[in-house]
């Protein structure tokens, strides 16, 4: 049984910075963090491969980070730079679905059998 919490979203100006956690119990892999928009599908921001490779979406590169805390079973996404189109619900989900290269372009469905039940997160102009 996998559960996940997700936290550390939040209001912030354009140019801020955030970094979310995803405190997770039970045995997790392939994970990542996926964000969601009124009106929009679910798109992958950042996720973390069973090899310990990061895929990032092009939007976000050299802004946003993924990392995992092995010891404290807790996955992170730390946000510079914020953009207002950064805004959205941001989940955390394991045990992801796909080729990652494909699920961060926004395109494909996004599936995942264990997801927490999001943060948001805001940036104002």
């Known amino acids: 049984q996998v559960q996940l919490q997700e936290s550390g979203g939040g209001s912030v100006q354009a140019g801020g910075s955030l970094r979310l956690s995803c405190s997770a119990s039970?045995?997790?892999?392939?994970m990542g963090w996926i964000r969601q928009t009124p009106g929009k599908e679910r798109e992958g921001v950042a996720i973390l491969d069973s090899d310990g490779s990061a895929t990032y979406a092009e939007s976000v590169k050299g802004r946003f980070t993924i990392s995992q805390d092995n010891a404290k079973n807790t996955l992170y996404l730390q946000m510079h730079s914020l953009k207002p189109e950064d805004t959205g619900t941001y989940y955390c989900?394991?045990?992801?679905?796909?080729?990652?290269?494909?699920?961060?372009?926004?395109?494909?469905?996004?599936?995942?059998?264990?997801w927490g039940q999001g943060t948001q997160v805001t940036v104002s102009s």
């Open positions: 039970g045995y997790t892999f392939n």
């Open positions: 989900a394991a045990d992801l679905a796909g080729d990652p290269a494909l699920l961060v372009t926004g395109t494909v469905e996004v599936a995942a059998n264990y």
